[in-house]
């Protein structure tokens, strides 16, 4: 990027014909630079009017005015806002324009800018120069980037607790810790024992572990984080004519996927996004689970299986309606035991047994058959993890997925309900993952050398790679090119 000491504007809002367009300009002296061409509605030129020099320069400032051009030429007459440095968004001066949304206004007021000295400011820029100039630290600013691009309500509120600065000072409170622990470390580097006591290093191990320990929650937030931002993935499997892409419609409440008694419609993997109570989830209805020689439906059936390995929650969805009373739990039992023999459950993904078309069951039935019982339990697969199934029927119909509703809401309280407080830090971006990593691994590596009872030196300069691996998530990165890449990511205007 060019020098910070430039002036650089930028169309922030879209560039289509609209209401508005909102322009932004950040630079030094702004005020001046500017005057010559902003009039007061009467037509008179603001120098004479100390339209902004008699206000107080603490505060933004806005005002109805005319901009014209170099030869006097009327651009438009526009709301323009003054915020004086530093109580800006950059920490310089900043002007945000609002002229009528037409890309010709627009393009007049771009001109007469670079006329004036100004450039076309780069991605990110104005962040950018909020990071250089104190405003905000490096991990804010990626939070703003989220806050503007995220797509579901999750993301806004892991973004919004990230520029509030909660991870920012989680990874400060560690950094603190680590600089405690390397003042020890120091102390034995430059002063002989009988001035600072002996030297053992072993009395460092538990500040050691515990800020592994932080710092091990707060990777692990890292996945929760993304499941927030991205909506808890919930797959519809079983097999065909189950009632799966009923069941999608009914969730989605529009008729998204067909649906027909005749096994097989569903060839392909179908994927949208749903909101309950606030929670952000991603619904995927698949081709029901078969073996078939029809060579389309076959790759539905190798998309569906690939989908269950990335799902979070699994809906197997089984239609019991001709099913003899007494035979219905080996009925089920036996779906569930051929679905875990045919796809690998992880640990960490939930299996919800669905019995789809409870209009057409009993009523008896239903009540019957609210849970997997004792002995049906014992009948699963020794090979799958129990933890992965939720040991209770849903019972759901085209008209009532209450049940199943509720059900999802309860297990995206269970994965993401830590991060969804206020106070919670997380990781929002691989970049700041990667560092923690970084700090993790280093300080592993520290303890190892403690247990030897190795050199200060050692240890502390091991330590410190970790602190600087901290220090790096808030900023303190000085290198030109790292910045460009953070900030590349942002929109023009940002
Ligand atoms: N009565 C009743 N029929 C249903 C219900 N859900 C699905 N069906 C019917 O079952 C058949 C198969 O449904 P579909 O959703 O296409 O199943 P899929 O193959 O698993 O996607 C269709 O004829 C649906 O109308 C339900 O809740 N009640
Ligand atoms: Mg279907």
């Avoid at 081709?287 to 060579?295: E, F, K, L, Q, V």
């Avoid at 008896?364 to 849970?371: G, T, V």
């Avoid at 199943?404 to 971006?429: C, D, F, R, Y």
Wanted: proline share 3%; aromatic share 6%; net charge negative.
């Amino acid at each position: 990027m060019s020098s910070s000491f430039d002036s650089i504007f930028a169309l922030a809002s879209p560039s289509v014909r609209s209401a508005i367009h909102l322009h932004r300009i950040s630079g030094r002296n702004l005020i001046k630079i500017i005057s010559p061409y902003i009039f007061s509605p009467n037509g008179k030129n603001i120098y004479k009017l100390n339209y902004f020099s008699d206000m107080p320069q603490d505060k933004p400032l806005s005002r109805y005015v005319l901009i014209k051009d170099q030869n006097g030429e009327m651009i438009d007459d526009v709301i323009l806002t003054y915020f004086p440095a530093p109580k800006s968004y950059t920490g310089e001066d900043v002007i945000e324009i609002s002229v009528h949304g037409n890309p010709l206004i627009s393009a007049k007021l771009h001109s007469l800018l670079r006329n004036i000295g100004m450039r076309d400011a780069e991605p990110g820029e104005f962040t950018q120069r909020a990071v250089l100039n104190g405003k905000l630290d490096l991990a804010q600013a990626e939070g703003i980037n989220q806050l503007i691009h995220t797509e579901t309500l999750g993301g806004i509120h892991l973004a919004r607790n990230t520029v509030d600065g909660v991870l920012s000072k989680e990874t400060e409170d560690i950094r603190e810790q680590l600089i405690g622990i390397l003042s020890y470390l120091e102390a034995h580097i430059d002063f002989a024992p009988d001035e600072v006591g002996d030297y053992d290093p072993v009395s460092l191990l538990p500040q050691m572990k515990n800020a592994i320990k932080r710092l091990e929650i707060l990777l692990g937030t890292y996945s929760s984080g993304l499941k927030l931002r991205e909506g808890i993935k919930v797959a519809l499997v079983g097999k065909p004519n189950a009632g799966k892409s009923s069941l999608y419609n009914s969730l989605l409440r529009y008729d998204r996927a067909i649906v027909t008694n005749i096994p097989g419609t569903t060839r392909d993997v179908l994927e949208d996004r749903l909101v309950i109570q606030n929670k952000d989830f991603v619904l995927i209805d698949t081709a029901g689970i078969r073996h078939t020689s029809d060579t389309v439906e076959k790759m539905g059936v190798e998309r569906s299986l690939k989908t269950v390995a990335i799902a979070d929650i699994i809906c197997l969805v089984i239609n019991i309606e001709n099913i003899q009373q007494e035979n219905i739990n080996n009925y089920i039992l036996s779906e569930l035991n051929q679905f875990i023999h045919e796809v690998n459950i992880h640990s960490n993904q939930k299996i919800l047994v669905v019995i789809s078309k409870k209009d057409l069951l009993l009523k008896k039935d239903i009540h019957s058959l609210q849970w997997l019982d004792e002995n049906s339990i014992l009948n699963i697969d020794k090979k799958f993890n129990m933890n992965c199934l939720i040991q209770k029927f849903i019972f759901t119909s085209i008209d009532d997925n209450e049940s199943l509703s509720q059900e999802l809401v309860n297990l995206h309280n269970e994965m993401t309900g830590q991060l969804a407080k206020k106070e919670n830090p997380a990781l929002i971006s691989t970049r700041q993952k990667d560092k923690v990593e970084i700090a993790i691994k280093c300080l592993n590596e520290a303890i190892e050398l403690v247990e030897q009872k190795d050199y200060p030196e050692k240890i502390s300069s091991i330590i410190n790679q970790s602190r600087q691996s901290l220090q790096e998530i808030v900023g303190e990165i000085h290198l030109d090119n790292v910045l460009e890449k953070i900030f590349s990511t942002f929109c023009i205007g940002k």
